[in-house]
């Protein structure tokens, strides 16, 4: 009689302990103390009431005899439940899976001897990347910094940006003077193809100046109001290319052609026409068209040649009026045109060797790069970094610019200039760095050489 007894409390204790080891997100309850009585089992919800203790022994027996091996064990230890157990959604929506999915790429670009650095963190969440830009000159002080929104679309991409940029005068100047812009942008593209892409830009640009020798409405400010229009063919991975159908002042001034997104025999054409029109609050009155060409040729299976053709034109422009301009004019200032959309012939974009600023409504230039290996894909261990790929560079370019188009039927207005230059990657750590040089002269005028170094780091 007792052991039926103590089958049956046996039983009932199982029955109350089974339902609560089979719930996870909390610790089963240590409620032998508050559980029912033996008499009167406690029922499932879902379930109509349970018939008195005595009609089911013949189960209980059944589980209780299973249970017999663990007899010695309180009941409440028998199922050692895990101290922590976690549902398979949240190691879904930890930071390592997030870093992945979100993208948190920073980048960072450093230009000698002009002394520009280049800073960039974006984020990819979905469809949208989010980016924070800042360029900075520690050499003369100028500073930019933009903000980026970016939605990647089926069949359009939208881009809007917020940019505020300080240029002071040159260093030898001694001068605290500088140029403000401030703006924001607007940007449409559209894939029609992997192979061509059409482009809507418009900005608005508040320019204002400190300089005493300018007249009070430029240093009260003025506002360029312009639109662009732009197609592209051939490749969408050249940085010089998309910056005349998009962003100007956030571009990435490569030293050489970024040939590792032209494949071999690739090629691509950009051309774009831009509108700053003195309607509303607009002040300046333009109308310019550019275009850039470039062609990879393959010499062998290990070198090649990268041929760039640049040209632009100001088919309109108005003149500025003599009471808005400064006391000693430049070519620049006699016209509604903001400097920074006239043509550079200089830089390590265009022509390398030049040493001086050469500006103008009418431009010419073609640069040719011709690249042979050292090395590639290799490992070799130097100054503690993994060095992979080396190559040796020839360059030869010839350009002309100005403000009248004459220029280009002038050939004494060409300037050629030439190099010798390397670019090379190496590994540190988990980051790839790009390391681009040159040494360039202008073979024309009393310029001397000019020597330019680039890192650009990739992760």
């Not at 100046?209 to 240093?219: C, G, H, V, Y």
């Not at 431009?363 to 290799?378: R, V």
């Not at 190099?419 to 390391?435: M, N, P």
Request: with cysteine; hydrophobic share 35%; glycine share 8%.
């Amino acid at each position: 009689m007792h052991s039926s007894y103590r089958l049956v409390a046996f039983a009932c204790a199982l029955l109350l302990c089974g339902p609560l080891a089979a719930q996870t997100p909390e610790p089963p309850p240590p409620a032998q103390e508050e559980a029912p009585p033996p008499e009167t089992p406690p029922a499932p919800a879902a379930e109509p009431p349970v018939a008195p203790p005595a009609d089911v022994p013949a189960d209980a027996e059944a589980e209780a005899e299973e249970a017999l091996p663990v007899e010695e064990a309180p009941p409440a230890e028998e199922p050692p439940p895990p101290t922590a157990p976690t549902a398979p959604a949240p190691p879904a929506e930890g930071p390592a899976q997030r870093s992945r999915q979100e993208g948190f790429l920073p980048r960072l670009d450093v230009y000698f001897p002009e002394g520009d650095l280049d800073l960039r963190v974006s984020r990819l969440v979905n469809n949208v990347l989010f980016e924070g830009q800042v360029k900075y000159n520690f050499v003369g002080g100028d500073i930019a910094a933009f903000l980026r929104y970016r939605y990647y679309g089926y069949k359009r991409t939208t881009q809007f940006t917020v940019f505020d940029e300080v240029e002071f005068q040159e260093v030898q100047d001694f001068s605290s003077d500088f140029d403000r812009v401030r703006g924001t942008l607007l940007l449409f593209q559209w894939p029609l193809s992997y192979h061509r892409r059409s482009f809507l830009l418009t900005e608005l640009d508040r320019i204002s100046t400190n300089k005493e020798d300018f007249a009070e409405i430029l240093r009260r400010g003025e506002t360029n109001t312009f639109i662009r229009i732009g197609h592209q063919i051939g490749t969408p991975d050249d940085v010089r290319s998309n910056a005349i159908v998009g962003e100007i002042r956030a571009r990435a001034e490569n030293l050489f052609t970024a040939f590792r997104g032209i494949g071999p025999g690739g090629a691509g054409l950009t051309t774009a026409v831009t509108w700053g029109f003195p309607y509303g609050i607009g002040d300046f009155d333009y109308a310019k068209i550019e275009a850039e060409g470039l062609k990879r040729f393959d010499v062998s299976a290990r070198t090649f040649v990268i041929g760039r053709v640049h040209g632009g034109t100001f088919f309109y422009k108005e003149d500025r009026p003599l009471e808005e301009l400064p006391e000693d004019p430049e070519q620049g200032d006699l016209y509604k045109v903001p400097i920074s959309e006239y043509f550079r012939l200089d830089g390590r974009e265009n022509l390398k060797g030049l040493d001086e600023r050469m500006r103008g409504t009418e431009e010419f230039h073609t640069t040719w790069e011709y690249f042979f290996p050292w090395f590639l894909n290799a490992n070799h261990d130097f100054l503690k970094l993994k060095w992979q790929n080396w190559y040796w560079i020839l360059y030869a370019g010839a350009g002309t610019v100005g403000f009248d188009r004459e220029i280009y039927t002038d050939s004494s207005s060409y300037i050629p200039d030439v190099g010798v230059g390397f670019e090379s990657s190496f590994a540190l750590r988990k980051y790839q760095f790009f390391l681009s040089g040159i040494v360039a002269q202008a073979l024309k005028g009393e310029g001397g050489v000019e020597a330019r170094i680039s890192v650009k780091s990739y992760r």
